[in-house]
């Protein structure tokens, strides 16, 4: 009865096919529910089918077929309340979007209503009537995600607009590619005359679309708008007769559904993210969306079909996928699963979100609309840009509201300043929350990026524990002494001549005023956090900075504000897509730099050097893939095949010799990083603490008259050349039967064979003493005990004085030379002058993937005449005819040949995870524990 009443409700010039659609779907649907009861599987869907055989559907999918296949109707019936959006339509909708999110084949999605002359009256005010502050928020925040998602649908969208569309239905409109409607149709944005504004993206899509000026006098004015005024405003694209809107967005999907359907995601992702940052990111996004096709079945089929002057037969097939009969091995299918991620955060450019890594230097960004990158589910092929193909599960159940986090992020007090930074999806509540004239509408809030005075209080909790926090003085009434008569909302203002008991009537009796301070805003995506961000520059004493602490604890609870953990701000610029994990690391590296080296490194780092790099190498490795699996699947053109595969072979030995080179360069970058060690060594009472006491330009170390007396090793810092320097005092080296002084020795020992520069301390009289010889090689020597004179004159003492100046400086530039000798020697010949390689993992994973592409390049053959891809010869090597069939050892010599193809792409695949690895891109693995490693380093407002 279920199937029948769902197939009959079918109508429109489809009504047919249709009707015969939904029968077959809705039968395989029950088949399959009956299947997973029977064998206790797959509980969560039938449990959703069979509560939904209770009560007719509020949302259908409806996939068409015959001349309209690949594309599918998303409909909205719910008659009683006009296509309300009240929560279970939103629910739907949202189950319902996530179900077209992973259909391949789905080439455009229409949505339309099946209630006469309304396409939906908006949001559900009289469910919302019954809901609490609380309960509304959600509720508004759900029709935000909705709107979201509808407009995060990979395939194109097309809006049926009959009848009406009003408040959030014309909102749910906006957020369609596409919008059709009839001469009767009437569009308008009320919300202002309930009370409130369009609050799930009208205030942003529209303006957008048919500019800011016109959309303001739509919001508020509140007048609606026919079919034929939207077109001419771009409110829509298309206007047709009454009734024929349907007709005429089916046309408009044919004519999509013709393209390739990768090629619409793309297309799509390239156009929505490059809208909203500068050309140059915009065309970096372009570059990175067109890297995501080369390796796809499609694109070879488009190829293809051009060749041979026939329709392309696109499967919407995400890689492609060449299976090794009789193999055991792992071959290049896994290559095809997983290639769509290989351009993940490509291009160098920025503002693509995960895409890309990071928005662009200084200009809007668009994290936010890409959101965060998961990884993708076993077995299931998902592209990088996370708003074309989320993993699976990404949109249901939707994840808990994300808290909003504070901390000092100036140092610490007493100072000049204390900066509180707030960010959230609750940074401006919270701002307005302590802001009372904000709040009261006596002061605007202030536009991004523009510093503002603002009188701040702290809400009552803060001081009494009180959760209410108080009055802001009303919108009426003159106060009074109780505040009895101070208008809505000021029973507890009270105390003021105007309402309200603070300055001008905004602190009210249940506020403590905070601090007199400049505020600034940081909305998202611009922001460090990729968040919307909030500054509060406090005056810098103790008690204000902690005053301003317990007052963001004491926000209410519903706006989920928390102080932040160490490191929090930058690990979700992190995962905003604003920074990558070598960015990351050199941020760390710039807040630890005690040297202007360090401080050089730490800034190549932390200003995107290795990110760029490794983007431009994985750039290289998607081209060297496509061209293999192109040599796979199109190798009947033996000349093509043979000079696409040498290319790649020897694209790959070049990128191998590259990582070397970087690689070898770690050394000296390791040695600049970690800071260099000095060691001062020779025999007892030989001046050696004294020296370093001189050094370091304190008492670090004791100096006493008796020989022995240092055990332990003594170090002090130093700069030297611009270099951090380690200087270490030992233990004199000499025979001894004291176990103390023999352990003192054995450290000194070991120290002077681990140090970068030994300095050897000895008497003047001993430099030319052969019997002091020391097994340690190549030390620095110092005379510091010349022959005693007698007591000089203070003329005479003064001389001395400068000389012994004169005599430091020398020895600072003997071991800044010895230091400068030491960094070059750690530098490999042919290795790049700035080292990009910072980090022993960076080495590590570095030497892995250029491992991994001589592994592939020797699979591949060398080249040179040996008879190797691309060689065309008869060598040893496989002769690249093999591919073609055309190898004179026959079905053999094939197989071997396209089985070390295959081999050879999957160690491409594994060279690419490997440097995916290094910048942390997403689906990168070992990378969250790497994470909470790394960001413990960071102090707390970092």
């Known amino acids: 009865m279920l199937l029948e009443a769902l197939a009959a409700t079918t109508v429109g010039p489809t009504m047919g096919v249709g ?48 001349t309209h296949e690949g594309i599918s109707l998303l409909t909205l019936d719910r008659p009683d309340a006009r296509n309300a959006l009240g929560r279970r339509l939103v629910r739907e909708l949202l189950e319902a979007l996530d179900t077209l999110r992973q259909e391949r084949t789905t080439r455009c999605v229409l949505l339309r209503s099946r209630v006469p002359g309304c396409f939906s009256a908006g949001a559900d005010l009289k469910e919302r009537a019954a809901m609490t502050h609380q309960e509304a928020a959600e509720c508004v925040a759900s029709l935000r995600r909705l709107m979201g998602e509808v407009a995060r649908l990979p395939m194109p969208t097309i809006a049926v607009l009959e009848g009406y569309a009003l408040g959030g239905g014309a909102e749910l409109a906006l957020a369609c590619d596409l919008r059709v409607a009839s001469r009767g149709a009437s569009l308008a944005f009320p919300e202002a005359r309930l009370g409130i504004i369009p609050g799930a993206g009208g205030t942003q899509r529209l303006p957008r679309l048919v500019g800011v000026a016109a959309a303001k006098e739509l919001v508020f004015t509140a007048r609606r708008v026919g079919g034929e005024e939207a077109v001419a405003l771009r409110l829509v694209d298309h206007c047709v007769e009454e009734g024929g809107a349907l007709d005429r967005a089916l046309e408009i999907a044919t004519d999509i559904a013709q393209a390739a359907p990768l090629s619409l995601r793309m297309a799509k992702a390239a156009m929505d993210g490059g809208s909203e940052v500068d050309l140059h990111s915009g065309l970096a996004l372009e570059e990175a969306c067109y890297a995501q096709l080369l390796p796809t079945r499609d694109r070879l089929e488009g190829l293809k079909a051009f060749a041979e002057k026939r329709s392309p037969r696109y499967t919407g097939a995400p890689a492609v996928t060449r299976l090794f009969s009789g193999s055991t091995c792992c071959s290049s299918s896994v290559w095809a699963r997983r290639t769509t991620s290989m351009t993940n955060e490509v291009g160098g450019g920025r503002g693509a979100g995960r895409l890309l890594g990071r928005p662009s230097d200084g200009r809007t960004s668009n994290s936010s609309m890409w959101g965060a990158a998961k990884a993708p589910a076993a077995g299931r092929c998902t592209f990088s840009v996370s708003a074309s193909l989320p993993a699976a599960g990404a949109s249901w159940p939707p994840r808990p509201p994300r808290d909003t986090i504070f901390a000092l992020s100036s140092g610490a007090p007493p100072s000049a300043v204390a900066v509180v930074r707030i960010s959230g999806p609750s940074a401006d509540a919270a701002l307005a929350a302590l802001w009372p004239d904000l709040a009261a509408g006596r002061a605007r809030l202030p536009r991004p990026r523009e510093m503002r005075l603002a009188e701040l209080f702290a809400p009552a909790a803060a001081a009494s524990g009180d959760d209410d926090c108080g009055g802001a003085g009303g919108t009426g009434g003159t106060g009074g002494s109780s505040g009895s008569e101070g208008g809505d909302g000021g029973s507890k203002g009270g105390g003021g001549s105007e309402g309200g008991g603070g300055s001008e009537g905004g602190g009210g009796a249940g506020r403590v005023p905070l601090d007199r301070a400049l505020v600034v805003r940081f909305p998202g995506p611009a922001s460090f956090t990729g968040e919307d961000t909030a500054e509060l520059h406090l005056h810098g004493g103790a008690a204000t900075a902690a005053a301003a602490r317990a007052a963001l604890l004491a926000l209410p609870a519903g706006l989920r504000v928390r102080a932040a953990a160490p490191g929090e701000f930058t690990r979700r610029a992190f995962e905003a897509g604003k920074l990558d994990l070598t960015e990351v690391e050199g941020l760390a590296d710039i807040l630890a730099a005690q040297s202007e080296a360090q401080r050089r490194l730490a800034a190549a780092a932390a200003g995107g050097a290795a990110r760029r790099a490794v983007a431009g190498w994985r750039q290289t490795l998607a081209r060297c893939a496509a061209r293999l699996e192109a040599v796979l699947d199109f190798g009947e053109d033996a000349q093509l095949g043979s000079s696409e595969a040498a290319a790649a072979i020897s694209d790959l030995r070049d990128l191998a010799r590259d990582l070397g080179r970087h690689a070898a360069a770690f050394a000296r970058a390791d040695l600049v990083r970690a800071g260099l060690r000095v060691v001062i060594a020779g025999r007892p009472n030989g001046g050696k603490s004294s020296l370093l006491n001189l050094l370091a330009g304190r008492e670090a170390a004791i100096v006493s008259a008796t020989p022995g007396t240092t055990r332990d090793i003594v170090e002090a810092p130093l700069l030297l050349a611009g270099h951090h320097v380690a200087v270490a005092d030992s233990a004199g080296l000499r025979p001894t039967d004291c176990p103390i002084e023999a352990q003192g020795i054995s450290r000194a020992l070991q120290e002077a064979k681990e140090a970068n520069v030994l300095l050897w301390v000895c008497d003047a009289e001993q430099l030319f003493n052969s019997a002091t010889g020391s097994t340690l090689a190549a030390p620095v020597p110092v005379p510091t005990r010349p022959p005693p004179p007698p007591p000089p004159p203070l003329q005479q003492q003064q001389q001395q004085q400068q000389q012994q100046g004169s005599g430091l400086r020398a020895l600072l530039g003997a071991l800044g030379g010895a230091v400068e000798g030491v960094l070059s020697q750690g530098a490999a010949v042919g290795a790049p002058a700035a080292p990009l390689l910072t980090r022993l993992r960076h080495r590590e994973l570095a030497e892995r993937a250029a491992s991994h592409l001589r592994r592939a390049a020797e699979l591949g053959g060398d080249g040179g005449g040996g008879g190797g891809f691309g060689s065309g010869g008869g060598g040893s090597d496989v002769d690249c005819d093999a591919v073609n069939g055309r190898g004179g050892g026959g079905g053999g010599s094939e197989n071997a040949c396209v089985h070390a193809l295959e081999l050879a792409a999957e160690e491409v695949r594994l060279a690419d995870a490997a440097l995916a690895q290094l910048t942390g891109a997403p689906g990168a693995r070992d990378v969250e524990g790497l994470l909470d490693r790394l960001f413990r380093e960071f102090c707390i407002g970092k």
């Open 19 to 66: 009707a015969h659609v939904m029968r077959r779907a809705l039968a395989s649907v029950s088949m399959l529910t009956e299947l997973a009861s029977a064998t206790r599987a797959a509980h969560l869907w039938s449990a959703y089918s069979t509560a939904q055989a209770s009560s007719q559907l509020q949302v259908t999918v409806e996939p068409l077929g015959g």
